[in-house]
């Protein structure tokens, strides 16, 4: 196995407040995206060109037209497509992106458009692997598409319950493409990625403040999710990203 040398820290972010956070915290890139409660889909146009404007960090725009699955139709197939091209224009450093078959095999031939709409600009492949039917199959196929990292649990909820996966993964690509641990992963548990070989760890740092709403009327939820509060701020912890950069550098 090929020796890592600097190993990266990825901030998940929601809003721009986050993004201020991570660059403070000195993370190395952001992956900005839209609708936490559904994994993250792709972020509005306003939230990219504020967020490009008032960071100097990389930004890796999340390409995802809904929650749910990652088999697309072509409705959102073309969708898709023209957000991939409004994003490369308005200059993000990324795209993180992927899409299946219903037989649980890559797409590739959609994601080969979205390569060649794209260019030389890096692609990650998120957790789509994660619920594919052959993880290894699907990182050779990324590798034969020019994809250059991809985000993984190993196939588990938490990425410290997927640890052996990754540590298989990292393994078999052989440098070959970035392998990077996310979902779960924090200050205390970080180096337990490192020591299997990741390229980098991804987090997302979440934490909640109290809306400034002083009248909240009850029983009514704007997503009809009843255990989602409407007022429970979410945002990215700039002391739980220092933390992490700090973790990963003693490594």
Known sequence: ??????????????????????????????????????GGTTPSQGLVHTVLSQTNIEVHA?????????????????????EAKALVEAGVHGLV??????DGSLDSLFLAEIKALVGNLPLTCHRA????????QVMEDLISLGFCRILTSGQKDRAL???????DMVQVADGRIEIMAGSGVN?????????????AVHLSARTTRESEMDYRRPGISMGGVAAISEFDIAY???ELIRETVLKVREF
């Open 1 to 38: 196995m090929r020796i890592k040398q600097d190993i990266s820290v990825e901030v998940c972010a929601y809003s721009l407040f986050s993004c201020l956070a991570a660059e403070r915290a000195d993370a190395t890139r952001m992956e900005l995206c839209a609708s936490p409660w559904e």
């Open 62 to 82: 999340m390409l995802r037209p809904r929650g749910g699955d990652f088999c697309y139709d072509a409705w959102e197939k073309t969708t898709m497509l023209a």
């Open 97 to 102: 992106v992927g899409a299946l078959l219903p």
């Open 129 to 136: 692997i994660d619920v594919s039917r052959d993880p290894i």
């Open 161 to 167: 319950d997927g640890l052996e996966q990754i540590a």
């Open 187 to 199: 200050p205390q548990n970080c180096q337990q990625f490192l020591q299997i070989g990741v390229n």
């Open 236 to 238: 990215a912890s700039e």
